[in-house]
């Protein structure tokens, strides 16, 4: 290998416009590339594919959940209601309605677009056991007339929609209807209400419209914002100009926000390419002045930061091409690479000042074919390390893995041609001093034995500390953090939909099947968890052999449309209704009561109500999924329905966040172990293969080893939590660390003399600890928690890694055959 990074560097040296013209050539390629990126804003795609229960979740979240739905929220300002506002909202959801985006709008309403009177026609058959019995009693005199009265409440909200909501219902049997349902409990309510989704206070109104088109679909998601911010100047203007009539009380303006997946698409991409920018900026703006301050070199200062951002550019236009995705994980890729890939041009950089103060007409490839070897091993040992996150199943650290490898591969590359290209042919005028640090040299050569016995007593010190350490690897803590995903949290909350919700989920070709086997499993936990609150699609389909025993206990009741009639015209006269007010709910008798009328799921939908049923069963072409909604108060009763869940059906899955997290926990240790154990077998076989010498080869790892000990002593003792990402962080520093061992053992080789090795490569091994802490340093102000918690991680293993291979490793090479 030797040879060959030789007979490279001269060639290189040699060809300096050919190098030129074809990094050139592939920046402008790769630019093109990196225009076709685009971003996953999903933070279920840092989560394990293989892992059934997570990926059950996915399901449910991708299918029923709020990843495909647009939450608008309005608040009115304090000391206003927000129903003092319906007018602007009824515009909101009418230009909503008729925008091309939305397959549908929910505003928590009655509204015309949903035929509730079909579901009326047939909203016997969802009601069961005592629920039913009420129903039946209501159709009786009795039953009737104090259903009547207490429908006339409704009455006084002057509203149309509900004025026709009492001539339909006047039993109230849709209040039976939202009973049997769950209403909020199951994270929506049938919409019975005049004011629709309104916080207690009356302060918040939430609208839920569903668009076409998925939230990753980045372009449709664009439009989409624009389509909001479009709506939402023309009905400000229209607002504005209501106000300015003289005749028009002046109003404070509403406050309109907007939440969901789509939203959260277009507010992480802009953070992920935001962040890219600072992350980028801010890691130049600290390397390169320091490159100056410590070398006094305008040319590092030009050509240091080079091989690593062309390499990152190469590497993006490639994934642009490919059509792959970045997720907000990759934003810390820019920064990453630049604390890493500068440490190789400054290598050289060093070597060749070395050089030239022994030589000044200095041979330039011969004085870099050593270092250039030492600083290929390096580039590579660390992109084993971010390869050994490719087998890891988390997808964003495979991508992270994948991209910083390749980049960190092709930075070698490019390194290894573009310094020999670019350095001057001739020697410089004036004498170029070296950057030397004799007096470290000579203080450890002094005291080896005090810093390997201080060494040991540290690790001691701080590996019992580091049993402490605290890991969270729960999702929360990978969560987006834009104010789109901070409202859709307030959400749930505010308005009364579920935070912490169990799923059971059943995949199938056919329905009737999996509600037969749904109407088992409520069974089940109906009579085995006592006071569990569970909420499944039967009760808002059953199956048709349900409906059949539901029509048979109607029929034995000799329940009649005639005798209904009756009893309907002695409840209008003792409530003072108006004559004919029921006829409609009348006119539905025979409909209600014909024992050959059934729910099904194309009814549902053909009558506007698909946003009902779509909440608990969904067909994806010519599959079924169900979802039924479980909540148990503790533990116990979690693992019990988890019993009862596989008895009924194995097929089914049991799911939810509190699973998910862990899921997490429980896979965290085995993932570390694999992609540690593999980063690290590919390091050691490299510098074994490098060195071909087992004492130097341990001498180059064990420094990192220490160092590692030492990071995670020092963050458990500084109470700092972990999360996922911050832990398999430390799998790439596997490689980051042996780079200084690597570099000082292969210079200890060409001397032959382990002080003056010191001596040359401690000031490069802190040069480059510092470019490297610049660079990860600067992800401690990322707004995104596991790059910030990468940040942090790196920031303390950098300054242990350096300490240990500048102390320790010299100490141990100046005893023995090393001194």
């Given at each position: 290998?030797?040879f ?10 040699r ?31 840092l989560?394990?594919r293989?892992?059934r ?44 309605r ?39 009693r ?25 004025a ?9 049997l ?30 918040s109104?939430?609208?839920i ?24 100047h ?8 209501r ?5 028009e ?29 600072l ?62 890939g ?28 050593g ?11 660390t ?18 893995g ?6 960190m ?17 001739r ?39 580091a ?7 729960t ?45 088992r ?22 199956s ?13 009741t ?10 309907l ?6 409530g ?11 006119a539905r ?15 549902y ?8 049923i ?65 980063g690290?077998l ?12 087992w ?23 500084a ?11 430390v799998?790439?520093?596997v ?22 090795a ?5 000031p ?56």
């Amino acid at each position: 290998m030797g040879f060959l990074v030789s007979a490279i560097v001269r060639w290189a040296h040699r060809r300096r416009l050919l190098v030129a013209g074809a990094v050139v050539a592939a920046l402008l390629v790769s630019l093109e590339g990196t225009r076709r990126l685009s971003f996953d804003a999903d933070v279920l795609s840092l989560l394990p594919r293989d892992n059934r229960v997570i990926q059950a979740f996915r399901t449910f979240l991708a299918r029923f959940g709020s990843l495909d739905q647009l939450y608008v929220v309005f608040t009115a300002p304090d000391g206003h209601a927000v129903n003092e506002y319906s007018d602007e909202i009824a515009t909101w959801v009418d230009r909503l309605r008729s925008a091309p985006e939305f397959a549908r709008v929910d505003a928590g309403v009655v509204d015309r677009a949903r035929d509730f009177g079909w579901l009326a026609d047939h909203q016997l058959l969802v009601l069961h056991d005592h629920l039913l019995d009420e129903a039946l009693r209501r159709l009786t005199p009795g039953g009737m007339r104090a259903a009547a009265a207490a429908r006339r409440e409704l009455l006084t909200v002057p509203s149309p929609e509900v004025a026709d909501l009492v001539r339909q219902d006047p039993a109230g049997l849709f209040d039976l209807v939202r009973d049997a349902l769950g209403g909020a409990q199951a994270g929506f309510t049938v919409g019975i209400s005049a004011d629709g989704y309104v916080t207690p206070d009356g302060h918040s109104r939430l609208v839920i419209a569903r668009p076409k088109r998925p939230p990753y679909d980045a372009e449709f998601s664009r439009a989409l914002d624009t389509r909001l911010r479009e709506i939402e100047h023309a009905i400000a203007d229209a607002a504005a100009s209501r106000d300015d009539a003289p005749d028009e009380e002046p109003r404070p303006p509403l406050r309109v926000e907007f939440a969901g997946g789509h939203r959260i698409a277009v507010e992480t991409e802009a953070v992920v390419k935001r962040e890219s920018i600072l992350n980028t900026v801010g890691s130049l703006v600290v390397i390169l002045p320091l490159l100056f301050i410590v070398f006094r070199s305008v040319w590092l200062v030009t050509v240091g930061s080079l091989p690593s951002l062309l390499s990152l550019v190469v590497v993006l236009g490639a994934i642009g091409f490919t059509g792959a995705r970045l997720s907000a994980a990759a934003t810390g890729a820019a920064a990453m690479m630049f604390g890493l890939g500068v440490d190789g041009v400054v290598l050289l950089y060093v070597a060749h000042r070395l050089a030239l103060a022994e030589h000044a007409d200095v041979d330039v490839p011969a004085a870099l074919a050593g270092p250039s070897s030492s600083m290929l091993l390096g580039m590579w040992t660390t992109a084993a390390t971010f390869y050994g996150l490719m087998f890891v199943d988390f997808p964003s650290l495979q991508q992270l893995g994948r991209l910083l490898g390749h980049s960190m591969m092709a930075c070698g590359i490019l390194t290894l041609v573009m310094v020999p290209a670019l350095l001057p042919r001739r020697p410089p005028r004036r004498a170029v001093p070296a950057l030397l640090m004799p007096r470290l040299a000579d203080w450890i050569a002094r005291r080896r034995r005090l810093v390997l016995a201080a060494a040991v007593v540290l690790t001691c010190i701080l590996g019992v500390a580091a049993t402490r350490i605290r890991i969270n690897p729960t999702l929360d803590r990978l969560r987006s953090v834009t104010d789109a995903a901070q409202l859709e949290a307030k959400i749930g909350a505010a308005f009364g939909l579920p935070s912490d919700v169990y799923i059971v989920l059943a995949e199938g070709p056919e329905l009737e099947p999996l509600l037969e086997t749904n109407e088992r499993l409520a069974r089940r936990l109906a009579a085995e968890v006592p006071g569990i609150a569970v909420q499944p699609p039967t009760r808002m389909l059953p199956s048709a052999s349900s409906q059949a025993r539901t029509v048979a206990r109607i029929a034995q009741t000799q329940v009649s449309p005639a005798g209904v009639r009756a009893a309907l015209e002695g409840a209008r006269v003792a409530g003072d209704f108006a004559s004919g007010a029921f006829d409609p709910f009348s006119a539905r008798l025979p409909r209600l009561l014909d024992p050959a009328e059934r729910l099904t799921y194309d009814g549902y939908v053909a009558h506007g109500l698909g946003d009902l049923i779509d909440r608990f069963i969904v067909r994806d072409g010519r599959r079924w999924t169900l979802a039924t909604y479980v909540f148990p108060s503790n533990a116990d009763q979690a693992s019990r329905v988890q019993r009862i869940v596989d008895e009924v059906d194995p097929s089914q899955t049991f799911t939810g966040l509190t699973l998910v997290n862990r899921e997490l926990a429980g896979s965290f240790l085995p993932q570390f172990a694999k992609g540690l154990a593999i980063g690290t077998l590919i390091v050691v076989a490299l510098v074994v293969a490098a060195f071909r010498n087992w004492r130097l080869s341990v001498f180059a790892m064990l420094p990192t080893a220490i160092g590692l000990v030492w990071a995670a002593g020092a963050l458990a003792m500084a109470g700092v939590e972990l999360d996922l990402f911050a832990v398999f962080a430390v799998v790439t520093f596997v490689g980051i660390g042996v780079d200084y061992g690597i570099h000082l053992v292969h210079r200890f080789q060409e001397r032959g003399d382990a002080e003056r090795a010191t001596s040359e490569l401690a000031p490069v091994v802190l040069v480059a600890a510092a470019i490297t802490m610049a660079g990860y340093g600067t992800l401690v102000w990322s707004s995104y928690p596991p790059l910030r918690s990468i940040g942090i991680v790196s920031a303390v293993s950098v300054v242990t890694l350096a300490a240990a291979s500048v102390l320790v490793l010299p100490a141990l090479l100046l005893t023995g055959r090393g001194r």
